[in-house]
């Protein structure tokens, strides 16, 4: 194979992997934003209703269920969603300090480009006043008129 066909196929997989990371990034910040609206009061007393019956179901006596096992697993897994929330949150900030640094260059490339026009530009003509004698068109029928020209 030539070496510039391997390089096209490189380039097209470097693609692919990055439309399916911005695709990855949006899914996951959809799932995130529907997680936390979906934990109303009434959800989270319900599942801890049903989290208590669970456990004790379990039968308390047996050793593999114990009770300061169980809160040791419960504070297990909530540390490990606050700092996959706490990951999430800094890579959202990382991309929303990119995305207004490029929005800040693009303003100052602008401003940069209005400056020289801004200086040159011509004052306008006042436009001659409508003769007294007819009356005058009401808004509506100035924009029909405008539009039909």
Do not use: Y
């Not at 997989?13 to 996951?28: F, Y």
């Not at 269920?65 to 890579?91: D, E, T």
């Not at 009356?135 to 029909?144: F, K, V």
């Amino acid at each position: 194979m030539k070496f510039e066909a391997l390089r096209q196929r490189v380039k097209r997989a470097e693609q692919v992997v990055a439309i399916r990371s911005h695709e990855t990034q949006c899914n996951w910040f959809t799932l995130s934003q529907a997680w936390r609206e979906g934990w109303t009061p009434l959800r989270i007393i319900t599942v801890g209703l049903a989290g208590g019956f669970i456990a004790g179901k379990l039968e308390p006596g047996k050793t593999r269920f114990h009770g300061a096992r169980w809160l040791q697993m419960i504070g297990s897994v909530s540390n490990l969603l606050a700092s996959a929330q706490a990951a999430f949150a800094s890579m959202q900030a990382a991309e929303a300090a990119d995305t207004a640094e490029q929005a800040a260059d693009k303003v100052d490339d602008a401003a940069d480009d209005v400056a020289p026009a801004a200086a040159a530009r011509v004052q306008p003509q006042p436009t001659p006043a409508a003769p007294r004698n007819e009356p005058q068109p009401q808004p509506a029928e100035a924009a029909t008129d405008v539009s039909e020209r």
